[in-house]
C-alpha cells in the first residue's frame, strides 16, 4: 500500500486540472498566487520574512513523520485505511474549485455528484427511494438518525447494546432523549432476551442495532430486533458505520449474512465511506427509508435557496456548509470501483475477513494466547493466558508494547470476560474485564502479510515474557 499517488498519477491529476481549467477559459486573466511570496520591504524588520512555499511544505512533511505508519500493512491496530489514489486526486482537483455542498450556488457539479454517490450507497442496501446525504462522519449521521427518531417520538428512549459505539448515548443526551444500554451476549452482540424484556416495559421510541462494532466487529441479530419491531412498534436504526458495505461481502458467515440481508428493512442506515470505502477523513453518510422524514428538515434561508428550484442538499442536513470534495472523491472512487458483488471493491472486503479468519485461527493454536468470538466481518481480538485476568491485562500491554518496537503496530480493547469463553475459566477472576489485544485488518493487504505480522507477534510475545 502506497503513502500516495505514483508520479504517473500525479501527471493524471496535472491533465485533470487542465481540463478543469478549459471550462473557465472565456474568463478574464486575474492574478494567481505564486509559488514563493516576493520579499515584502515594507515590513518592520523585526518581523521575520514569510517562507517559501517550498520550505513550508517541506517542514509540514517533516513535521508528519510523527505518526504510526496507518497506510502499512504492519499497522494492524485501529480502524485506519488508506485512501484510494483516485480520491485522493479527485479530493485535490476538488478543492481548486473549492466547492460547498450546502446550496447550489456553492456547489453545483458536487452537489450532483454527491447525489448520484449517495444513490448508489442507497443502492448497495437495497434502496431505490431514500433520503440521504454525506456528512463529516458516522458521529454527525447517527445524530441525523437518533434526531429524526426523536421528531417522531419524542421523549421515548433510544436503546442500543453496550458494546454500540459510545457516540449514541452522547447523541441520546445531546437530543435530550432518555438511553438506556441493553447487555450483550458472549459473542458481543446485542441480547436479545434482554431487548425484549426492556420492550415489554414500553417507551422505547428507536433501537439501534450495531452493523459491526468498534471494538469486535460484532453485528447485531438485526433479523430478529426487526421482527419485535413488528410486535412492540418502535424505529430501526441501523448502525453500519463500519460493517455497512459488507452487505456485498460473499464470504460472511452465516448468521451475519443472514442479518445484513435484512438490513433494507431499517428505518435508517449510517454508513462511513472514510472506513472500508477508501475515502479520506471524513466522509459519513446517512440514510432515511422514507424520504418524507425530510419535513422534519425544513428551513428558510433568505440567501441560499433561491438559485434553483432543484434540492439544495442544506435542506436535508442538519451540517450547514460541507466539503463538496468529499462528495467528488467518493462519486469518483465508485465510478472506478463499482459497488457490486464480486467486483474488484469487495474482492478487497473479502480478503480482509479471510485474513481475520486466518489469524484468529493460528492464535487459536498457540499456547500463550487465547481467543474471544470468531471474527464476523475483519477484526480479531485476543488474550495472553496467565493466572489472572489482571495479569493477563498486563502481559498484553507488555506485548502491545513489545510488537511496536518492531514495527507491528496493534490495538488494546478492554472486553467483558465473558468473550474469552472457557479459557478465562481457568484463571483468577479478580477483575470484570480484560484488555486483549485487537487488530483491524482493513487492508486487503494484510492476507499476504499475515506471515510477516505472526513473526513479529510471535517475537513480541517472547520479549514480553522476558
Given amino acids: 500500500m502506497r503513502l500516495s499517488p505514483t508520479p504517473e498519477q500525479l501527471s493524471l491529476l496535472q491533465s485533470a486540472l487542465d481540463r478543469l481549467r478549459e471550462g473557465f477559459a472565456s474568463l478574464p486573466d486575474a492574478p494567481e498566487h505564486s509559488a514563493d511570496h516576493a520579499p515584502d520591504h515594507t515590513r518592520p524588520e523585526a518581523v521575520a520574512p514569510a517562507l517559501p512555499m517550498q520550505a513550508v511544505l517541506q517542514e509540514t512533511a517533516t513535521r508528519l513523520h510523527d505518526n504510526f505508519p496507518y497506510h502499512h500493512p504492519l499497522y494492524a491496530g485501529q480502524m485506519l485505511k488508506p485512501p484510494h489514489p483516485v480520491a485522493q486526486l479527485a479530493y485535490a482537483l476538488a478543492t481548486s474549485v473549492n466547492p460547498n455542498n450546502h446550496a447550489l450556488d456553492g456547489g453545483r457539479a458536487s452537489s450532483a455528484l454527491e447525489k448520484e454517490a449517495v444513490a448508489q450507497l442507497a443502492a448497495m442496501f437495497g434502496w431505490r427511494e431514500h433520503l440521504g446525504h454525506l456528512t463529516g462522519g458516522g458521529t454527525m449521521a447517527n445524530l441525523e438518525a437518533l434526531w429524526i427518531a426523536g421528531q417522531l417520538a419524542p421523549g421515548a428512549t433510544v436503546l442500543a447494546s453496550s458494546q454500540a459505539h459510545y457516540t449514541h448515548a452522547r447523541i441520546s443526551a445531546v437530543l435530550g432523549l432518555p438511553f438506556e444500554s441493553v447487555p450483550c451476549d458472549t459473542r458481543g452482540r446485542m441480547d436479545l432476551r434482554a431487548l425484549e424484556a426492556r420492550l415489554a416495559k414500553g417507551g422505547v421510541g428507536a433501537v439501534v442495532a450495531t452493523m459491526g462494532t468498534t471494538a469486535t466487529g460484532a453485528v447485531d441479530p438485526l433479523g430478529a430486533i426487526l421482527d419485535l419491531r413488528a410486535k412492540h412498534g418502535f424505529r430501526v436504526h441501523?448502525?453500519?458505520?463500519?460493517?455497512?458495505?459488507?452487505?456485498?461481502?460473499?464470504?460472511?458467515?452465516?448468521?451475519?449474512?443472514?442479518?445484513?440481508?435484512?438490513?433494507?428493512?431499517?428505518?435508517?442506515?449510517?454508513?462511513?465511506?472514510?472506513k472500508h470505502g477508501l475515502q479520506p477523513y471524513g466522509c459519513g453518510c446517512v440514510l432515511h427509508r422514507d424520504p418524507s422524514v425530510g419535513r422534519?428538515?425544513?428551513?428558510?434561508?433568505?440567501?441560499?435557496?433561491?438559485?434553483?428550484?432543484?434540492?439544495?442538499?442544506?435542506?436535508?442536513?442538519?451540517?450547514?456548509?460541507?466539503?463538496?470534495?468529499?462528495?467528488?472523491?467518493?462519486?469518483?472512487?465508485q465510478r472506478l470501483l463499482p459497488l457490486e458483488r464480486g467486483g474488484e471493491f469487495v474482492r478487497g472486503l473479502e480478503a480482509s475477513r479471510e485474513a481475520a479468519l486466518e489469524l484468529h485461527a493460528k492464535l487459536a493454536a498457540d499456547p500463550r494466547f487465547m481467543v474471544g468470538m470468531t471474527p464476523e466481518l475483519d477484526i480479531v481480538v485476543w488474550g495472553v493466558r496467565a493466572t489472572s485476568v489482571s495479569a493477563s491485562s498486563a502481559a498484553a500491554r507488555r506485548v502491545f508494547e513489545e510488537a511496536a518496537k518492531l514495527g507491528l503496530h496493534l490495538a488494546l480493547a478492554e472486553l467483558p470476560i465473558a468473550f474469552f469463553g472457557g479459557p478465562i475459566a481457568a484463571m483468577h477472576a479478580d477483575q470484570p474485564t480484560l484488555t486483549a489485544l485487537r487488530s483491524v485488518l482493513m487492508k486487503p493487504e494484510h492476507r499476504e502479510w499475515l506471515v510477516e505480522i505472526l513473526a513479529r507477534l510471535d517475537a513480541a510475545a517472547d520479549a514480553a515474557r522476558g
Wanted: charged letters at 15%.
Fill in 238 to 274: 441501523a448502525d453500519a458505520a463500519y460493517g455497512g458495505y459488507h452487505v456485498l461481502a460473499g464470504n460472511l458467515a452465516r448468521e451475519t449474512s443472514a442479518a445484513f440481508a435484512r438490513i433494507g428493512e431499517a428505518d435508517s442506515i449510517v454508513v462511513d465511506p472514510h
Fill in 296 to 333: 422534519f428538515y425544513r428551513h428558510d434561508s433568505p440567501y441560499t435557496y433561491f438559485s434553483s428550484a432543484e434540492l439544495h442538499l442544506g435542506e436535508i442536513s442538519l451540517e450547514c456548509s460541507r466539503p463538496g470534495a468529499a462528495a467528488v472523491a467518493l462519486w469518483a472512487t
